[in-house]
């Protein structure tokens, strides 16, 4: 299994960012996905998930309305839309390979991460 996170950087508040998580190893299309991050100092917080057909997507409130979660099956890839970012927004996202639903199950597999600064 692997996951490979592309599309962090630095941007202005305001600003947006389209993360990407590249999977492999497995069948892509079976699994559901999420996106967590990590802010300096601080526990891993979740931010979305999607289903692994996509019917379903589910936000965390601190960025709804702003950012969107989506996959493209046939692409192996999941993206994760971030708009109106905000300072504290800033952090590491994760892309996760989900386990029995969670995010957070000692089976779930996470990427290596991309790093997010939001700064003026």
């Known amino acids: 299994v692997q996951l490979v996170e592309s599309g962090g950087g630095l941007v202005q508040p305001g600003g947006s960012l389209r993360l990407s998580c590249e999977a492999s190893?497995?069948?892509?299309?079976?699994?559901?996905m999420s996106w967590v991050r990590q802010a300096p100092g601080k526990g891993l917080e979740w931010v979305s998930s999607?289903?692994?057909?996509?019917?379903?997507?589910w936000v965390a409130d601190s960025v709804k309305g702003r950012f969107s979660i989506s996959r493209d099956n046939a692409k192996n890839t999941l993206y994760l839309q971030m708009n109106s970012l905000k300072l504290e927004d800033t952090a590491v996202y994760y892309c996760?390979?989900?386990?029995?639903?969670?995010?957070?199950?000692?089976?779930?597999?996470r990427g290596q991460g991309t790093q997010v600064t939001v700064s003026s």
């Open positions: 999607i289903k692994s057909d996509a019917t379903v997507t």
């Open positions: 996760v390979r989900d386990f029995s639903g969670a995010w957070n199950h000692p089976k779930a597999v």
């Open positions: 190893g497995f069948t892509f299309n079976t699994w559901g």
